[in-house]
Antibody, heavy 120, light 107 residues
């Protein structure tokens, strides 16, 4: 199992960025997937999740509709669109796989993370 | 949202010590509680899922217990590689939340 994020970088406040997470070693279409972020020196914060088929999505309340999670199972890739970026969105963004135990959510595999810095 | 309160926020211990970290949920989450270890500059690693199940290849000195609102992670005999940060995470609600973390340092 391998997850490789990309797309991070330095971006000005108010701009947008799209993160990607390429999966290998397993069939992406069988798994719910998540994004989790970690601001510098801070703890882990769940961002968003998407069901195996893309039909159901959930987001952290704090994002207020600025982020969109999506997936392309044919390309084995998960995405996170970040809009109207703010300084407080500066963080390392991780994608993570959910093993799909009914009635429970957790992360059994993680990518290495991609850093996003929002600064003018 | 379900709030997760982890304690202590930091802890100093010696190799060979037995260490316990606690996590309390703001409502009943059954056994939907998971524990992760994170080392500096690295991604988190799953240690325990469903409160007490040891993830594959995780050493048996790690154990978890609890149900409802109160949970514990125990390391029976600290090894040098165990000095890291630890996070609990509730998986009962699709709006997932983490504890604030415990930093385990060498005394």
């Amino acid at each position: 199992v391998e997850l490789v994020e990309s797309g991070g970088g330095v971006v000005q406040p108010g701009r947008s960025l799209r993160l990607s997470c390429e999966a290998s070693g397993f069939t992406l279409s069988h798994y719910e997937m998540h994004w989790v972020r970690q601001a510098p020196g801070k703890g882990l914060e769940w961002v968003a999740s998407i069901s195996y088929d893309g039909r159901n999505r959930d987001y952290a309340d704090s994002l207020k509709g600025r982020f969109t999670i999506s997936r392309d199972n044919s390309q084995d890739t998960l995405y996170l669109q970040l809009n109207s970026l703010r300084a407080e969105d500066t963080a390392v963004y991780y994608c993570a796989r959910d093993p799909g135990i009914v009635g429970s959510y957790y992360f059994d595999s993680w990518g290495q993370g991609t850093p996003v810095t929002v600064s003018s | 949202d379900i709030q997760m309160t982890q304690s202590p926020s930091s802890l100093s211990a010696s190799v060979g010590d037995r260490v316990t970290i606690t996590c309390r949920a703001s409502q009943n989450i059954s056994n939907h509680l998971n524990w992760y270890q994170q080392k500096p500059g690295k991604a988190p690693k799953l240690l325990i899922y469903a409160a007490s199940n040891l993830q594959s290849e995780v050493p048996s000195r790690f154990s978890g217990s609890g149900s409802g609102t109160d949970f514990t992670l125990t390391i029976s005999s600290l090894q040098p590689e165990d000095f890291a940060s630890y996070y609990c995470q509730q998986g009962d609600s699709p709006l997932i939340t983490f504890g604030q973390g415990t930093r385990l340092e060498i005394k």
